[in-house]
């Protein structure tokens, strides 16, 4: 069956729905199950005795392979499929999260966490590719930037919902819970998911899929393009998690710790402007995506800026609500607009290279500010300037990008009739 880009809008089919909220719902267990980390420390190092160095080690062991597994993980996808991508992803770190309540060591326990950042790693990509894969050229956009909104809400729901788990069956127990709720999620997205790849595959029997050179995909300008504007918006907000606190704090004396019911706005704020991102692109910025990319990098800035020179509470909060309103904007807004330039046969490769912008982010930002800090004595504008900096990359990097080449990647995804295929 070929999906030909009618003039009028195409309707989602049942597949495709099915795959956005199972998708939808992976990335929400996938935050809840990262988060759960974080959560537990303190108790984690009460148990076994370790100090903050260390219990930062333990935090960081995931983000060093999940950020590494990026582009091995959008190559696999595109390998096996998303299918079997999907289902070795969130079986793998759903098996990490419950041998981390197992954890007999703080080596044990590092390892769990490397390999769990290893599974989670391969399935941003196979969650996107399906995005692309399974909905019609039209929607791609609004469905990533839809999907894309699951990283704020999984964000803003985990502490919720972990911290009454941990308080009733103990650190070890929560990571049981949760590493039991994956493996059953797991189950039913095999289940649910299977008949249309099946489908798929029988109609598909004679036919395989085009073999993209890897090298052509790596010596693509515009893939490095958004990478950098993915690097650069993250870089901000990741930042801005690690410094931030103990500035208001030292320098504006004020607490945000005292304040548990502030902690989910920005990511709510963050959820609904990832929606609302795929709405304007496609009704207000068709034909001039990467002018909205550069304008939300700005208003990024700008807001990052107000929220720096704040001195009261309550302007604090607004502007740290607005920066990460129009981070995800430019975020979400990114990968929205790089779904429908990209052919599928790639797709996960090259979103793979794009995403590991923003898990480098989150590595190099709080490194980079810790560093400027010190060097500086103390003084936090110099790093303040730092992301100012990364923010204005990925505005001048969207409005540098060559509109020719923007078009002639858009005409040549659309120019090619597309076949549903195993989501």
Not at 314 to 337: D, M, N, Q
Not at 344 to 350: D, H, I, L, V
Request: charged share 15%; hydrophobic share 55%.
């Amino acid at each position: 069956m070929e999906l030909t880009h009618a003039a009028t809008p195409a309707k989602l089919s049942r597949r495709a729905q099915l795959a956005f909220l199972m998708s939808y719902i992976g990335y929400v267990i996938c935050f809840i199950d990262r988060s759960a980390i974080s959560i537990t420390l303190p108790y984690i190092g009460k148990e076994m005795q370790l100090s903050t160095a260390t219990l930062g080690i333990v935090s960081s062991a995931f983000f060093f392979s999940y950020a590494l597994m990026q582009i091995p993980g959008g190559w696999l996808t595109d390998k096996i499929g998303t299918y079997k991508a999907i289902i070795i992803a969130i079986s793998m770190w759903s098996f990490f999260t419950l041998m981390t309540g197992f954890a007999w060591s703080l080596i044990a326990l590092v390892v769990i966490r490397v390999l769990f950042g290893i599974g989670e790693g391969m399935f941003p990509s196979a969650a996107l590719t399906s995005i692309s894969e399974s909905f019609p050229y039209d929607k791609r956009s609004t469905g990533t930037a839809n999907l894309i909104s699951s990283n704020e809400i999984g964000a803003a729901v985990a502490p919720m919902l972990m911290a009454p788990i941990i308080a009733t069956v103990g650190w070890r127990g929560g990571f049981h819970v949760v590493g039991i709720i994956g493996l059953l999620f797991v189950a039913a997205f095999a289940a649910m998911m299977f008949r249309y790849r099946k489908a798929a595959s029988n109609r598909q029997q004679d036919s395989t899929r085009p073999k993209i050179a890897w090298r052509t995909t790596l010596k693509d300008k515009m893939i490095w393009e958004f990478f950098l504007i993915v690097f650069g918006v993250s870089a901000t907000t990741k930042g801005m998690d690690s410094w931030m606190p103990t500035y208001l704090l030292t320098t504006r004396h004020i607490n945000l710790a005292n304040l548990a019911w502030l902690v989910p706005l920005p990511s709510i704020a963050a959820g609904i402007s990832a929606v609302l991102a795929g709405w304007l692109l496609t009704k207000l910025f068709r034909g001039h995506e990467k002018i909205f990319l550069a304008l939300a990098a700005i208003l990024t800035t700008v807001s990052m800026y107000i929220m720096y020179r704040s001195t009261s509470l309550i302007s604090v909060v607004t502007w740290e609500i607005l920066t990460y309103f129009f981070k995800s904007a430019a975020f979400s807004g990114a990968f929205a607009f790089f779904a429908e330039l990209v052919s599928k046969e790639r797709y996960g490769s090259a979103i793979g290279i794009v995403n590991f912008g923003g898990q480098l982010a989150g590595f190099v930002a709080p490194l980079a500010i810790g560093f400027i800090v010190t060097a500086f004595k103390g003084a936090y504008a110099p790093a303040f300037l730092f992301l100012v900096i990364c923010a204005a990359l990925a505005s001048i990097t969207a409005l540098l990008m060559n509109d020719k080449q923007l078009r002639a990647h858009k005409q040549a995804v659309q120019g090619t009739p597309e076949k549903e295929v195993t989501p």
